[in-house]
T-cell receptor, first 115, second 115 residues
Framework: DTEVTQTPKHLVMGMTNKKSLKCEQH?????MYWYKQKAKKPPELMFV???????INESVPSRFSPECPNSSLLNLHLHALQPEDSALYLC??????????????FGPGTRLTVL | AQSVAQPEDQVNVAEGNPLTVKCTYS??????LFWYVQYPNRGLQFLLK??????LVKGSYGFEAEFNKSQTSFHLKKPSALVSDSALYFC?????????????FGSGTRLSIRP
């Protein structure tokens, strides 16, 4: 089973709201990722967690706050977002986070609209 | 720096004909290459990867890719296209300079299969 689940599927929020995106995998993977994808563009890496510790932050604005409560869960907390933050947010996981050959498996994404 | 290029924004093929989606790479050291497919409003699905060994890699849904070191290419192929193959295809390369399993995506190629 190579399933990564994400909730919610769709989210509409105002610029003053606080919301969270959730990602879950039960494949025993120890690396988890957040990506942002604009329409017809490749995914852009935001954060990488390795063994529940943040290992990469691609200079993402502080209005995005990741959290990894345990090895199966990854959250992305959103606060004071801008309309340009509207995008598809993808979660991925891989077996490890230092092995070149590992495959990243992606969830279906959360479609975020910021009004 | 590691990079991949997808020279065609769009590829159009008639159903039943062979298809090729092109990808060229530029890497330092051994290339670790991936192909992903994205259907509308969905996450990315892993198709196949090249790590080492045979230059012809077989993947999901009847796809295969040919690794060519002299031409620095990793083209995705399928002998007989289906309408259901219409989607956005991404080539990717492992960023060996990253401590985590970071991958770098190409710009994407939209494949359209006409009945």
């Amino acid at each position: 089973d190579t399933e990564v689940t994400q909730t919610p599927k769709h989210l509409v929020m105002g610029m003053t709201n606080k919301k969270s995106l959730k990602c879950e995998q039960h494949m025993g993977h120890r690396a988890m990722y957040w990506y942002k994808q604009k329409a017809k563009k490749p995914p852009e890496l935001m954060f990488v967690y390795s063994y529940e510790k943040l290992s990469i932050n691609e200079s993402v604005p502080s209005r995005f706050s990741p959290e990894c409560p345990n090895s199966s869960l990854l959250n992305l907390h959103l606060h004071a977002l801008q309309p340009e933050d509207s995008a598809l947010y993808l979660c991925a996981s891989s077996l490890g986070a230092g092995t070149s050959t590992d495959t990243q498996y992606f969830g279906p994404g959360t479609r975020l609209t910021v009004l | 720096a590691q990079s991949v290029a997808q020279p065609e924004d769009q590829v159009n093929v008639a159903e039943g004909n062979p298809l090729t989606v092109k990808c060229t790479y530029s890497v330092s050291g051994n290339p670790y290459l991936f192909w992903y497919v994205q259907y509308p409003n969905r996450g990315l699905q892993f198709l196949l990867k090249y790590i080492t060994g045979d230059n012809l890699v077989k993947g999901s849904y009847g796809f295969e890719a040919e690794f060519n070191k002299s031409q620095t290419s990793f083209h995705l192929k399928k002998p007989s296209a289906l309408v259901s193959d219409s989607a956005l295809y991404f080539c990717a390369v492992r960023d060996i300079w990253s401590s985590a399993s970071k991958i770098i995506f190409g710009s994407g190629t939209r494949l359209s299969i006409r009945p």
